[in-house]
């Protein structure tokens, strides 16, 4: 049969619009806003959450282009290889222009999935068709932090509709001390909130975090230390993590088991630094061997998600390169 009118650029142009599962966080980064796919380790998946045809967009058991696991030497115990994403916000111009045939060119290079909510232009149900086709899967959306405490309903509907139970939130930079304070207990209520129905929230981290503190902690420990880890988990960008001044393998074992997902990031060498700071995985200053290290030593790191905001090639190139680098590195 004919595959014309059943190809994914065709249902693009066919369906009715449905609401893209992206918030608009407040006082949040709005491009980095994402979440998680739906294998997540807590227990409590609420009720809502399946009503609203969560957890429909099953996890694939293998990567694209990957084995599923590392080969064992004899007698050993097969360790099951991190599955790695790409964060939408890397090709974001070229999702402008054809987000189908992005989505097939991400897919083409070996990606397991993609963070980021409904692409603009595109349906939610044709985002899930076009993943399916190309055999990845939604690693996420996001929440800001007043649905999360004032509408939890609106994110339980988001979740439900790209079959995700994991959100990620992030604050601006200009809070003040007080604000943070403020903020955090506002915060940790949401996340009540969204444990209470099944819903993990995950923070992102920027530079200012950890550059700006609350009492004698940075705002990124702070905000940790003030919530259960029942309630929120960390996305640590380990990128925003060097660039604020702290060292990104420490910052993983610190928070082990409690980061299940990595933003795979790295920053160019000066002076190149100071026109666009970014550099593709494996081409910049970061360690690596210590970032691998202690994300695989801990328990529940569920995906490293490869992002990067500039460039100084086509977007998916670097994207291309990033993924050579970490299938060299033997993580897919």
Known sequence: MARDENTASARVRRRAPMASCMPAPDRVCAAHVSASHAACPSARVGEALYAAGALVHKRRDR?????????????????AKIPVGLQIYTVREQMAEDPVATLKAVADIGYAGVEGGTPSGMTTDDFLAVLSDTGMQVIGGGASAADLQNDIQKVVDNCGALGINTVMMGFGGNLSESEWRTSVAGLAKGCANAAANGIRVLYHNHAHELEQKVGDEACLDYLLSNIPASDIGAELDVYWVKTGGEDP????????????????????????????????????????????????????????IVEQDRWTRPPIESARLSFEFLAAQGKV
């Open 63 to 79: 990567p694209r282009n990957s084995t599923a696991a590392q080969t064992p030497h004899a007698g050993s115990v097969e360790m």
């Open 249 to 304: 393998g420490e910052y993983i074992r610190k928070y082990a088991g409690r980061t299940p997902f990595l933003h795979i990031k790295d920053r160019a060498p000066s002076p190149a630094d100071e026109e666009c700071p970014f550099a593709e995985v494996g081409h910049g200053i970061l360690d690596w061997d210590d970032i691998f290290t202690s994300a695989e030593a801990q328990p529940g790191v569920e995906w490293y």
